[in-house]
Nanobody, 121 residues
């Protein structure tokens, strides 16, 4: 049973940066995929970025490409968020699935509890 724990959220001004962390325990393997998703108030959860657990391949939503970077180290996946905008305000979740990286949240099996990111204008 994979367990995930996010941290690093907070309040930041527009243009600022944050780094989110997701620590995984309980049996991830190199073939797994780790994704970051976010859900803003009144909106559906959406894909942000994902990476193979091996660290070999990464994917980004168009809305964050060039501003966010996903990286992996040992049992932790980071989401470096730069040039933050008010529209990035959301609860951010990390998730794991077995097999290839996909952007659909419905295919991810394990989820963290989420961490709030608030970007003020």
């Amino acid at each position: 049973q994979v367990q995930l724990a996010e941290s690093g959220g907070g309040l930041v001004q527009a243009g600022g940066s944050l780094r989110l962390s997701c620590v995984a325990s309980g049996g991830t393997v190199s073939g797994d995929a780790m994704g970051w998703f976010r859900q803003a108030p009144g909106k559906e959860r959406e894909f942000v970025a994902a990476i193979r657990w091996s660290g070999s391949t990464s994917y980004y939503a168009d809305s964050v490409k060039g501003r966010f970077t996903i990286r992996k180290a040992t049992n932790t996946v980071y989401l470096h968020m730069n040039s933050l905008k008010p529209e990035d305000t959301a609860v951010y979740y990390c998730a794991v699935k077995r097999g290839a990286v996909v952007t659909s949240e419905h295919l991810y099996n394990y989820w963290g509890q989420g961490t709030q990111v608030t970007v003020s204008s």
